[in-house]
């Protein structure tokens, strides 16, 4: 082998050459009935590796994540909170409380592979006749996944829940943030988010499942049980002392010192794991004797409150006057490990993320550019992409009724002006960016 191992990789990998590869999950239909962001995300990590994902939403008014803005900000008329979950998908419009859109689900599901919803447990059963037990008679290989807070039985299974709910009952609130504070919850939607991910693992798990016996099933998982998977030792440290897991703010407990420091142009984080990555801290800071003094001979040493509190003072008080960029380049050069805290800008402006297709741009005929976070996983053969960005409220309602059930245009005016199907109503969050010409249909 003469070419190097990064040349081979990078080529393999090629970003350029994406869009000619086929996807992994392609012939794959996803029902999408999904709210907000936990089922909506499920979909979407399917959707990224090639599932045909039909987005269903209430006509007119569409999903609450079209009118979740951040700080009341909207961009081309819908909140930027709505793009991240809702790549590559179909949308359509039908009202699901009406039994003529009942009656569509069924048709859109006799079609399908997969079915996500997140609503509370057993809602699509008892008030709309489209659970899993009626849908499975109708098509016995459906996989059902149903995304809830707390699960579809136990004695909290009626409760609501949101992501900031879901961080507090797994306990991830309570071991975060500093020693003597209140906990701090994630800033971002982390239980949503997560519990997607395993959602997604479940549903392929399901779909391999299905090629080997022709079976269908229902798949459930509760947002609070999935953070709770995620708690690695807390449980084993309360077995095996008596009391809970501390908070430790920014310290990492298995690597010291470590934390969160202020530079001249931001912050960065620092970890040292073994003695060898002390010594370069040391010798980095011009402080050798450190290094030397038997106070800090050993990571447990080290770990030791007072000690770990004085070289937090020393670290601090060296960056303090280096750039984030210096102290990167000391950690390469000396053998420990830095980072700077990146900023959305630092990832805009990254090569690195812009080279994987960690950053993604793209141009959508309906929003014109976009950038965006991109796919996680990079397969080879089959790799993960975005093909548009979200849509307005029944973008693709003649082309997904009519392609998949048939419908004739007609017959689909008569739903719409009874009210069963819809567009997108004339106010920020479900509509399309001033100025649209119509641009991005589907024939």
């Given at each position: 082998?003469?070419?190097?191992?990064?040349?081979?990789?990078?080529r393999?990998?090629?970003?350029?050459?994406?869009?000619?590869?086929p996807?992994?999950?392609?012939?794959?239909?996803?029902?999408?009935?999904?709210?907000?962001?936990?089922?909506?995300?499920?979909?979407?990590?399917?959707?990224?590796?090639?599932?045909e994902?039909?987005?269903v939403?209430?006509?007119?008014?569409?999903?609450?994540?079209?009118?979740?803005?951040?700080?009341?900000?909207?961009?081309?008329?819908?909140?930027?909170?709505?793009?991240?979950?809702?790549?590559?998908?179909?949308?359509?419009?039908?009202?699901?409380?009406?039994?003529?859109?009942?009656?569509?689900?069924?048709?859109?599901?006799?079609?399908?592979?997969v079915?996500?919803?997140?609503?509370?447990?057993?809602?699509?059963?008892?008030?709309?006749g489209?659970?899993?037990?009626?849908?499975?008679?109708?098509?016995?290989?459906?996989?059902?996944?149903?995304?809830?807070?707390?699960?579809?039985?136990?004695?909290?299974v009626?409760?609501?829940?949101?992501?900031?709910?879901?961080?507090?009952?797994?306990?991830?609130?309570?071991?975060?943030?500093?020693?003597?504070?209140?906990?701090?919850?994630?800033?971002?939607?982390?239980?949503?988010?997560?519990?997607?991910?395993?959602?997604a693992?479940?549903?392929?798990?399901?779909?391999?499942?299905?090629?080997?016996?022709?079976?269908?099933?229902?798949?459930e998982v509760?947002?609070?049980e999935?953070?709770l998977?995620?708690?690695?030792?807390?449980?084993?440290?309360?077995?095996?002392?008596?009391?809970?897991?501390?908070?430790?703010?920014?310290?990492?407990?298995?690597?010291?010192?470590?934390?969160?420091?202020?530079?001249?142009?931001?912050?960065?984080?620092?970890?040292?794991?073994?003695?060898?990555?002390?010594?370069?801290?040391?010798?980095?800071?011009?402080?050798?004797?450190?290094?030397?003094?038997?106070?800090f001979?050993?990571?447990?040493?080290?770990?030791v409150?007072?000690?770990?509190?004085?070289?937090?003072?020393?670290?601090?008080?060296?960056?303090?006057?280096l750039?984030?960029?210096?102290v990167?380049e000391?950690?390469?050069?000396?053998?420990?490990?830095?980072?700077?805290?990146?900023?959305?800008?630092?990832?805009?402006?990254?090569?690195?993320?812009?080279?994987?297709g960690?950053?993604?741009?793209?141009?959508?005929p309906v929003?014109?550019?976009?950038?965006?976070?991109?796919?996680?996983p990079?397969?080879?053969?089959?790799?993960?992409?975005?093909?548009?960005?979200?849509?307005?409220?029944?973008?693709?309602?003649?082309?997904?009724?009519?392609?998949?059930?048939?419908?004739?245009?007609?017959?689909?005016?008569?739903?719409?002006?009874?009210?069963?199907?819809?567009?997108?109503?004339?106010?920020?969050?479900p509509?399309?960016?001033?100025?649209w010409d119509g641009?991005?249909?589907?024939?």
């Amino acid at each position: 082998m003469t070419e190097s191992y990064f040349d081979w990789t990078a080529r393999l990998f090629d970003r350029t050459r994406i869009f000619e590869k086929p996807e992994a999950l392609r012939g794959i239909r996803v029902l999408d009935l999904s709210l907000i962001i936990f089922g909506p995300a499920t979909a979407d990590y399917l959707g990224e590796l090639g599932a045909e994902v039909i987005r269903v939403e209430m006509p007119w008014t569409g999903d609450v994540m079209r009118i979740v803005a951040p700080e009341g900000f909207y961009w081309k008329n819908v909140s930027p909170g709505f793009f991240a979950q809702n790549h590559s998908k179909y949308h359509v419009g039908i009202d699901v409380h009406r039994p003529e859109g009942q009656a569509l689900i069924k048709q859109l599901a006799a079609k399908s592979d997969v079915l996500i919803e997140n609503f509370r447990a057993g809602t699509l059963e008892r008030k709309w006749g489209i659970g899993y037990r009626q849908l499975r008679e109708i098509n016995p290989r459906l996989i059902y996944a149903a995304n809830t807070g707390f699960g579809q039985w136990g004695p909290y299974v009626k409760r609501a829940s949101y992501d900031a709910l879901a961080q507090a009952v797994s306990g991830f609130t309570a071991i975060s943030g500093f020693p003597g504070r209140p906990p701090l919850k994630s800033g971002i939607y982390i239980g949503d988010y997560f519990g997607a991910c395993l959602a997604a693992l479940g549903v392929l798990a399901a779909l391999h499942y299905r090629d080997r016996t022709g079976k269908g099933q229902f798949l459930e998982v509760a947002q609070c049980e999935a953070l709770l998977r995620a708690m690695d030792w807390t449980w084993i440290h309360t077995g095996l002392t008596g009391t809970n897991r501390p908070q430790t703010g920014n310290r990492d407990v298995s690597a010291c010192p470590s934390g969160i420091y202020t530079c001249r142009d931001g912050f960065v984080a620092v970890a040292v794991m073994d003695d060898g990555a002390f010594a370069g801290l040391c010798q980095a800071m011009g402080r050798a004797d450190l290094a030397r003094d038997q106070r800090f001979a050993a990571r447990a040493d080290r770990a030791v409150e007072a000690q770990a509190r004085l070289l937090d003072e020393v670290i601090g008080d060296w960056v303090r006057e280096l750039s984030r960029a210096d102290v990167e380049e000391a950690s390469r050069k000396h053998g420990f490990a830095a980072a700077a805290v990146a900023t959305a800008k630092d990832h805009y402006a990254d090569p690195h993320l812009r080279a994987r297709g960690s950053v993604w741009e793209m141009e959508d005929p309906v929003y014109g550019t976009m950038v965006e976070h991109g796919p996680a996983p990079k397969l080879s053969e089959t790799p993960a992409r975005y093909k548009w960005a979200g849509k307005p409220v029944g973008f693709h309602n003649e082309y997904v009724l009519g392609r998949l059930l048939g419908l004739r245009p007609d017959q689909l005016t008569v739903l719409e002006q009874q009210g069963v199907i819809g567009k997108w109503a004339d106010r920020r969050g479900p509509k399309p960016p001033d100025g649209w010409d119509g641009e991005g249909i589907i024939g």
